[in-house]
């Protein structure tokens, strides 16, 4: 989305706030944030607003109208982002709006199968809050995550695929042929086939300090939140493409950027590994681990060890971004499908999983390469797949393919 003036008003520590902050990161929505911890001006606008009372966040829109601790419905309402379908029943449901989704939705949209995408962040998944894509097919110069998120996004509504952002998936049933996918508002969808597209989210380290400081100095995305940290130093946890990739981004915004990685070097490619090495505000520590975040409401040091000698140091950055791998986002269907020992969904060479008429594809499927031009592959092989297990349904509809039907869900 395009810079809309959105002013929030709140501080580091406040869960609403990093609540916020992670949906318009999601939407791509640009806005300017506002730490009434430290601005005058900003505390008396709270207080305006509140009449006296310091409910935070505030914000303040383009046009002078403000939201007060809104709910992420009341947001996407706000900026006009569709979170209910049009239909109650579709040929084919797609979870997830990555480049397996989008992909998917796109090549069955063509062969004339009714598709709905529901998604519970922004259009693009992980592709779409990645800085830069330098190694898809066809686009020599590279491209931003953000505009191949909206050229796939519009590649597909060209083809008449139904778009939900911002409305989360609580539970996918079967009943008889159908297959019910419920969201959160309490809607619920039917078709013939679903595809899952789950993705995966960055890994936590699991050390302590972790969980308090998420949003209040320790960041898992540095498109969302490197900004935040102009002309400061910051520590990069991680040693592969991600880890690299991102740190060559926030040097656009920190004063010097530090990675830390357990190994006695870079994982990353080639490439990524020439590109950290030329970059002069990039310093690599190797053989290091973190082991504790340590602050009061905000993160104020890392303590990391040196894995050969043992010695620990307490380090100062401004903020951290940790990028040590992916966990698949399969909790939705525990138990409804066969996944491998990590927890990725496994398949066959249809992509069809141990479920019939249930379909996976892209990085949640045990397999996959992680990467955005695999992913996109994978969801053209999964469309096809899918088609063959549509035909015997082709021209058949419920009757009551207009009404929301709530009994067959647990």
Not at 218 to 225: K, R
Not at 298 to 308: A, F, R
Not at 345 to 372: E, N, Y
Request: glycine share 12%.
């Amino acid at each position: 989305m395009t810079h809309t003036d959105i002013k929030m008003y709140g501080t580091s520590w406040c869960s609403d706030c990093k609540r916020a902050k992670k949906f318009f990161g999601e939407q791509r929505v640009h806005y300017d944030f506002i730490d009434i911890d430290g601005d005058a001006e900003g505390l008396a606008v709270v207080e305006r607003v509140n009449n006296g009372k310091h409910i935070i966040p505030v914000l303040v829109f383009e046009d002078g109208s403000t939201l007060v601790e809104p709910s992420n419905a009341q947001l996407a309402a706000k900026l006009g982002v569709q979170t209910a379908a049009k239909s109650r029943f579709y040929d084919l449901i797609v979870i997830g709006s990555g480049p397996a989704g989008l992909t998917a939705a796109l090549y069955a949209a063509r062969e004339g199968i009714e598709t709905l995408v529901i998604e519970r962040g922004g259009v693009g998944g992980q592709a779409g809050i990645t800085e830069r894509l330098d190694n898809f097919p066809g686009f020599p110069d590279g491209i931003t995550g953000s505009e191949f998120a909206d050229r796939l996004r519009a590649q597909a509504e060209r083809f008449g695929v139904e778009i939900l952002a911002a409305q989360e998936v609580s539970g996918i049933a079967l009943d008889g042929d159908y297959r019910c996918v419920r969201t959160a508002d309490g809607n619920e969808y039917r078709s013939w086939a679903v595809l899952l597209a789950l993705g995966s989210t960055y890994r936590r380290l699991g050390i302590p300090g972790e969980e308090d400081f998420i949003g209040a100095g320790v960041h898992f995305c540095a498109t969302c939140d490197g900004a935040f940290y102009r002309g400061e130093e910051v520590l990069v946890i991680g040693g592969g493409n991600s880890a690299g990739e991102e740190s060559i981004f926030l040097t656009k915004f920190a004063s010097k950027v530090t990675i830390i990685t357990r190994d006695p070097q870079l994982s990353a490619s080639k490439v990524v590994v020439e590109k950290v090495a030329e970059n002069p505000n990039i310093t690599v520590m190797t053989g290091t681990s973190p082991v504790e975040f340590r602050g009061d409401s905000k993160l104020q040091s890392v303590v990391v060890k040196n894995g050969e000698t043992g010695e620990s140091t307490e380090l100062k950055p401004g903020g951290v971004f940790v990028f040590i791998g992916l966990s698949p986002n399969t909790k939705l269907v525990q138990g409804l499908v066969a996944l491998d020992g990590a927890g990725f969904i496994t398949t066959g060479p249809d992509l069809q999983t141990s479920t019939p008429g249930l379909f996976a594809a892209g990085d949640v499927r045990a397999g996959s390469t992680k990467q955005a031009a695999s992913a996109a592959g994978e969801g053209a092989a999964a469309a096809l797949g899918m088609r063959r297990y549509l035909e015997p349904f082709a021209g058949m509809r419920p009757a009551a393919a207009d009404t929301v039907m709530v009994d067959a869900m647990p």
